[in-house]
Nanobody, 128 residues
């Protein structure tokens, strides 16, 4: 299973950006998917996740109301639409797949250890 994230870039504070993650190999429709982000010197933190059919999106409190996760199973892709960006959103964003769970599970969904496939990351920089 390979994941490739793209769509990052430089954006002004208050702006929007859409990240995409293309998945190849494996059985995409049986995976729950997630987005994480990381800044230098900090641990990778959970951003959002979505279950296998897209019916159950879930976001971290820090991005709730601003970021939306979605997926297109026909295209084997996951998206992260980001609005009202601030400098605190500056990070490398990673998409990840949890092949063991099709649905989201409380207590597990935010745990990066639950995801066994990872993309290479895409840089998002928000200028203030």
């Amino acid at each position: 299973v390979q994941l490739q994230a793209y769509g990052g870039g430089l954006v002004q504070a208050g702006g929007s950006l859409r990240l995409s993650c293309a998945v190849s190999g494996g059985t995409f429709t049986t995976y729950s998917m997630g987005w994480f982000r990381q800044t230098p010197g900090k641990e990778r933190e959970f951003v959002a996740a979505i279950n296998w059919n897209g019916a159950t999106p879930y976001s971290a409190d820090s991005v709730k109301g601003r970021f939306t996760i979605s997926r297109d199973n026909a295209k084997k892709m996951v998206f992260l639409q980001m609005h009202s960006l601030t400098s605190e959103d500056t990070a490398v964003y990673y998409c990840a797949a949890d092949s063991a769970r099709a649905n989201l599970h409380k207590g597990v969904v935010e745990n990066r250890g639950a995801y066994n496939y990872w993309g290479q990351g895409t840089q998002v920089t928000v200028s203030s």
